[in-house]
Every structure is written in structure tokens, then in C-alpha cells.
């Protein structure tokens, strides 16, 4: 696979790429209210792809799967979590984290993620579909922020006690997407008022303004949930030929100690304009947190295998150049070399698998 850089731009304006994103988030909007959180189904651009059920496609061996379109792979492997899995930063879906674990193992990988959905709500993804995957070989769930985020979306929510403002809180914060910025209405107005506003100096949206709980204490409950839920997996996989492994997402602040050029020039930018969802994030990006929280999460999930990418995605190569496009989302390359720190550190290369129950991958 070729890996694909990000179109240069100028500062202050979404990229081609950026605004094709955001376009097909704020399109998962018309979802029916029944169902669980998912995408846009059916979508088509040249950068994201879905199926009927709104999953992205995956690329293995020059075909594309997907929970709907399995394509009668008698086994597959599924990728869950938020947006870092569903692969919001990549150029295309043949550049995703599912797309490369299909190209360095051989087998499928099919995306099981969605933007927004914490821990619980991958689990509910899964039990959605369970029936459309056949045998499962690795379960990986890529994941960690959306629950951290979740936690404190609810104070937010519960400390608004006026009508009014609760209705502008939940208006504010179902569009917060992990850092998407909102394209709502741009296609509807007039080409000369578009151009007007790219020509304008730009001017920061006004913020609702909240206030949060201590970090740890929400860390501590995310991971609390984290916890409980991966046990959920482990006892919903029992007796099965899968394997069940979580590894925590990487965030910016808690990989590195010094940025890239083209990585602080991206968190100059969402510092000055900070996205609801790094709202979400706030006080939480000090290393000793980080490394609480993940010995919480591994406390809890025992005997689950647990891994903090933010320690492992160093062991790259190419760890010394531009991968993160924001806090927690990936370019081409980064989504490369997280797929193969996976598939080294779990042993998955061109793996040969016998029918037999997969001993659980134990840290050492």
C-alpha cells in the first residue's frame, strides 16, 4: 500500500480532506432514533466509504469487507472502538488501521467502530451484529477516550437544571463528534456570502461554558467502566476460537515529550480554538494520570490482555515524523504504524491458525 500524505492547506481553513469528514459526520445525524450511534449508511467519497449498516469498509488483498459485505471469509477479525478505528484522519479507506492489519496479517479485519461511542456502546455494536460475522478470530478494541469524554459529558449535562440552557448543552454537545467542527448550513448558502466568510477575519464561536470534576475522578470512573465492560467481552467470547485484547488509544500529549513541526502546528491551532471534545479532555493530559489510568484499566479487566499504545507506538521507526493530524486522530502513516506495532506486539504476521481455542495474549 502507498501511503498517502495530506493535501497541504492554508492555516485557518479545513481541508479538502477535513471537509469531507466533517460532511459525512454531520450526515450521520438523519440516523433513525431506534437504532444505535452509527454513520451515514451507503456513504461515497473518494476519502470515507460505508456499507448498509454505516460501517467503513476495510481493504484486504484488493477486495473490500465489511460487516455487511463479508464476502464469505469463512473467519474474520474484527477492529472496534471510536474514531481513532474507524480511521477519521485517513485519505482512504485502504489506509485505515483495519485496512493495514488486513495487509500485514493476511486476513480480514473488518471495522467495528464508530465516532463517538464509548465502551459500552462498542459492546452494543457488536452484539448488533455478532450474527453477521461467522467464526472471529482476534477481537481488538482499539479504544479508551470516547468513555473518558462520556464521563464528563454527563456532568455537563446534569449540572444544566434551566430548560433552556439543557437545550443549548445538548445541541452544543451532540455534534461533538471527537473534534469534528461543524459544515451544518455552508452547502445551503449563497457562493458570494461562502466567499465573503473565507475572505472575513475568523472570529471564535462563542462557548457554553461548564465546569468539570477533578481529572482524576473521572478518569477513575473510565476507567471503572472500561474495566467492566471488557470483562463483558471476555465472557461473551468464552468458549469461542477469539481472542480479546484492548489497547488503549493513543492521545498526542501522553505519547510524546517534544512534537514534530507539523504536529505542534496542529495543536497551536486547536489550542487557540479548542473543539468541544478536547473540552471534554480537560486537566486530563498529565503523564502521571495517563499512567494511573491505564494500570486502573488493567486492574479491572484481569485476566483480559491489556496495552497502552501510548508506550508502544515509540518502538515505530517512523515515530520521529508527522502522525497525528490532531489529538487523537491519525494520518496514513500513523494509521501504518500503529497497525504494525499491533501485529508485532500480539504476533499476528501472516499468522497460520488452527481450529482450536486461542490462548488469551498475556502482558510480559
Wanted: hydrophobic letters at 40%; glycine letters at 8%.
Amino acid at each position: 500500500m502507498r501511503l498517502t500524505d495530506t493535501t497541504p492547506h492554508a492555516p485557518g481553513t479545513a481541508s479538502p480532506l477535513q471537509q469531507d469528514y466533517q460532511r459525512f459526520l454531520m450526515l450521520g445525524r438523519r440516523r433513525a432514533p431506534h437504532t444505535l450511534h452509527v454513520h451515514e449508511s451507503g456513504y461515497r467519497s473518494a476519502t470515507i466509504n460505508t456499507d448498509a449498516l454505516g460501517l467503513r469498509y476495510s481493504h484486504c488483498a484488493g477486495k473490500r469487507f465489511s460487516a455487511a459485505e463479508r464476502g464469505g471469509a469463512p473467519r474474520v477479525n474484527l477492529l472496534v472502538g471510536g474514531s481513532t478505528a474507524l480511521g477519521i484522519g485517513a485519505s482512504g479507506d485502504q489506509h485505515t488501521v483495519a485496512s493495514h492489519l488486513s495487509m500485514l496479517t493476511g486476513e480480514v479485519w473488518l471495522s467495528l467502530a464508530g465516532c463517538g461511542l464509548n465502551a459500552s456502546q462498542e459492546l452494543l455494536l457488536f452484539l448488533s451484529h455478532q450474527h453477521r460475522f461467522g467464526q472471529v478470530g482476534h477481537v481488538v478494541v482499539l479504544s479508551g477516550l470516547n468513555s473518558l469524554a462520556h464521563e464528563a459529558l454527563g456532568e455537563v449535562l446534569d449540572s444544566a437544571h434551566e430548560p433552556l440552557q439543557t437545550a443549548a448543552y445538548q445541541h452544543l454537545l451532540n455534534s461533538f463528534s471527537e473534534g469534528a467542527g461543524s459544515v451544518e448550513g455552508q452547502q445551503h448558502k449563497p457562493l458570494w456570502r461562502r466567499l465573503l466568510q473565507t475572505l472575513a477575519p475568523r472570529r471564535a464561536p462563542p462557548q457554553v461554558q461548564w465546569s468539570l470534576s477533578a481529572p482524576n475522578k473521572r478518569l477513575a470512573r473510565a476507567a471503572d467502566s472500561i474495566g467492566r465492560t471488557l470483562l463483558q467481552w471476555d465472557r461473551l467470547l468464552a468458549g469461542s476460537h477469539a481472542s480479546l485484547t484492548f489497547i488503549l488509544q493513543p492521545l498526542l500529549p501522553w505519547c510524546r515529550d517534544t512534537l514534530p513541526a507539523g504536529e505542534q502546528a496542529a495543536l497551536e491551532a486547536l489550542e487557540r480554538q479548542p473543539a468541544n471534545f478536547d473540552r471534554l479532555l480537560d486537566g486530563v493530559f498529565d503523564s502521571q494520570l495517563h499512567a494511573d489510568f491505564f494500570r486502573r484499566i488493567k486492574q479491572q479487566a484481569d485476566p483480559v490482555a491489556c496495552y497502552d499504545m501510548n508506550s508502544m507506538l515509540s518502538s515505530s521507526p517512523v515515530f520521529g515524523a508527522d502522525l497525528f493530524v490532531d489529538r487523537l486522530h491519525l494520518n496514513d502513516l500513523g494509521n501504518n504504524a500503529l497497525a504494525k506495532v499491533i501485529t508485532a506486539k500480539l504476533g499476528l504476521a501472516h499468522e497460520k491458525h488452527a481450529q482450536r481455542r486461542v490462548t488469551p495474549i498475556k502482558l510480559v
